[in-house]
């Protein structure tokens, strides 16, 4: 069993960068691919970037590429997500998820998630 907290979300205006923070307790996220996801209102939830602990491998949504950074920290036990250049199209609730699945490819689909942060809003507006 992994808790997983973000923070981070504000308010900001379009151009602007946040930096969101997702902290994992009661296990080591090594074995865990860790996803950020986003959903805005009337749309499906989204994930716009992961990494995976084992291999270090890193995804991003065309949407987000170049723009957004996925770190981790070992010792934290934590993932962060780097966004510059917002736009108000960025404007949604965004989760950090964990999942030990299995598969080729990094795990994309909210499904495939069993662990998941209550979120923090992030609005992008002038």
Known sequence: QVELVESGGGLVQPGASLTLSCAASGRSLFSDAVGWFRQAPGKERECVAGIRWGDNSLYYAESVKGRFTISRDN???AVYLQMNSLQPEDTAVYYCAASRIGIPGFPVLS??????????QVTVSS
């Open 111 to 120: 499904s495939q998630y069993p662990y998941w942060g209550q979120g923090t």
């Open 75 to 77: 010792a934290k036990n």
